[in-house]
């Protein structure tokens, strides 16, 4: 149990993640918008409940590099930004969650990702009586954007602001050594829009499918709030 004692307090004061939601809650899907700190949340809830994070995209990449698990054909294909066979994903996730290590319970990280999967996996999981509490990170739009568009590099030494949150001393210019400051190519409002509304397409049938399949889809907000408040706020929609 790694989680900061901020943490710990933060979600025992808010009556989070109480024991009964421990022993029952065994398999969490966790959705996320670009912009929702996903990875964070994802850190923050195996770590709180002791049960293993299983991130598609991370098996995949471990699957590559040990050479297992993973055809060339298939990592060549990832490596193009292809979208991998559903019965190949399906079989993968499948023998991750038959492990020992994820019996209590596992969070599920960028699966399922097409409608094939959510059926597979609801089917999975009704065979052994689990049910599964669906976690959406939702964003408003507008905050991230405004959020990401306001991102500025230094192209001399890295340094990265942002012209809302920590803008640099003298306007665009780098604090360090006094470089102009850029904008990266994926920080631009079309190439963010573009993304955001990707996910929408990819995720909202899956979302609906769980949520008419009888699951509990739980939406938070995380346009705002610092992580910890985040968490607190999924404990607590996890609680009732
Ligand atoms: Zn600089």
């Known amino acids: 149990m790694k989680v900061s004692l901020r943490v710990r307090a933060g979600f025992a004061a808010g009556g989070a993640v109480s024991n009964v939601a421990k022993r029952f809650v065994k398999a969490i899907v966790l959705f996320g918008s670009p912009g929702s700190g996903k990875g964070t949340q994802a850190k923050l809830l195996t770590d709180c409940l002791g049960i293993p994070h299983v991130s598609t995209g991370e098996m995949l990449r471990d699957g590559i590099r040990q050479g297992r698990g993973v055809t060339p054909k298939t990592a060549a294909k990832m490596q193009a930004g292809i979208l991998v066979k559903d019965a190949v994903v399906d079989a993968m996730v499948e023998e991750r969650l038959s492990r020992p290590d994820a019996a209590n319970g596992f969070v599920l990280d960028g699966y399922p990702r097409t409608l094939v999967q959510a059926e597979h996996l609801t089917g999975w999981l009704a065979e052994r009586g689990i049910h599964e509490v669906v976690i ?105």
Not at 141 to 170: M, S
Not at 187 to 192: G, L, Q
């Open 136 to 240: 959406h990170l939702a964003v408003d739009y507008n905050i991230i954007i405004a959020r990401l568009t306001g991102r500025r590099e230094c192209p001399r030494c890295g340094t990265l602001y942002n012209v809302v949150l920590r803008p640099p001393k003298v306007d665009e210019l780098c604090d360090l050594d006094g470089e102009k400051l850029v904008r990266r190519d994926d920080d631009r409002e079309d190439v963010i829009r573009a993304r955001l509304e990707a996910y929408d397409r990819q995720t909202r049938p899956v979302l609906d499918f769980l949520r008419s399949n009888g699951g509990r889809v739980i939406e938070v907000d995380a346009s705002n709030d610092p992580p910890e408040a985040v968490f607190q706020k999924i404990g607590r929609a996890m609680e009732n």
